[in-house]
């Protein structure tokens, strides 16, 4: 009695019954169709589609050149090694601390030897840091003249090497390339300095091409460092030293700031510490200052 009304649902006419037959022939007709035929709906490829796949092989290769990256380790002074960068070069603390007892005797190796002998590092991991060391020019220099003193050239072959902190204009004027604009420039910056302690600082000296670098390096040489009047670096104002020409206003603010915060600057690692400070000239710089 209760599923009558529900029944009415359920009573169709002969057309009815006949559409409802055709929509149940089209429905499996089109299932059949996409199971049964394939459809090619790839739509050719656009120009600019093709020339990025033909850049594939090379995106490929630069990607596997990015995983095989490793970065590149620069030249530098083992004395200033920091224990950020001793961690990173394989350094254990105590071989990090003996570089900086050693250092705080304001001492400093000048060979890839002294510094196993200083540190104590193994023979594998010396193998790994001496090729990247870089001594300043005078330890270079030295060497360089004892082997000279050894050989026997003949007199003919023999070339003059002048002591730059000496060398006159005329001396100077004779390298080619080198005018009497740069010569001025040249002995107005040796001024200032009080005297050059390394022939890299001929490289901040604006107008010297590579070349003129290298012919100077040829003819001339710093065979010991020069009597400087030092800057001492704790108890001079910001305007004492500015007068250095390392320093320019933000630096020598610093230093004043770095001082009034940390106390006495007593090596050339505290310098490494204060912001702005010219890291990679430090070695050359720490030879001007008294602490």
């Known amino acids: ?13 002969s057309a009815q019954r ?54 590149k380790i620069y030249a530098y002074n083992p004395n200033f090694i920091t224990d950020y960068k001793g961690y990173r070069l394989g350094m254990s603390v105590a071989e990090l601390d003996r570089l900086f007892a050693f250092r705080k005797l304001n001492k400093y190796v000048n060979s890839a ?19 990247h060391f870089k001594f300043p020019d005078w330890v270079l220099n030295k060497k360089a003249l004892k082997v000279y003193a050894k050989t026997n050239f003949p007199t003919k072959e023999k070339k003059v090497v002048l002591e730059l902190n000496t060398a006159t204009k005329e001396d100077l004027i004779r390298v080619y390339g080198i005018g009497e604009g740069l010569s001025d420039r040249i002995l107005k910056e040796k001024e200032k300095l009080g005297g050059f302690v390394s022939m890299n600082q001929l490289d901040d000296i604006w107008g010297l091409s590579p070349e003129v670098l290298e012919k100077l390096g040829e003819q001339f040489k710093i065979s010991q460092i020069p009597v400087l009047k030092k800057i001492n670096i704790n108890n001079s104002t910001i305007k004492e ?51």
């Open 241 to 291: 030293l500015m007068q250095f020409p390392y320093f320019k206003y933000a630096l020598a603010k610093s230093i004043v700031t770095y001082r009034s915060m940390n106390g006495k600057i007593v090596n050339a690692e505290d310098l490494t510490k204060i912001k702005g400070f010219p890291i990679d000239k430090v070695e050359v710089i720490v030879l001007y200052l008294e602490f």
């Open 18 to 71: 006949n559409g409802i037959g055709l929509l149940l022939f089209f429905i499996i007709f089109f299932q059949l169709l996409y199971f049964f035929i394939e459809v090619n709906s790839v739509l050719p490829e656009s120009k600019e589609e093709q020339e990025w796949l033909s850049l594939q092989t090379q995106i490929d290769s630069l990607q596997k050149e990015k995983r095989n990256y490793a970065p």
């Open 1 to 13: 009695m209760k599923s009558a009304p529900f029944k009415s649902y359920f009573q169709f006419t």
């Open 113 to 131: 030897g002294e510094f196993q002998d200083v540190t104590q590092v193994s023979d594998s991991l010396l193998a790994e840091l001496a090729p």
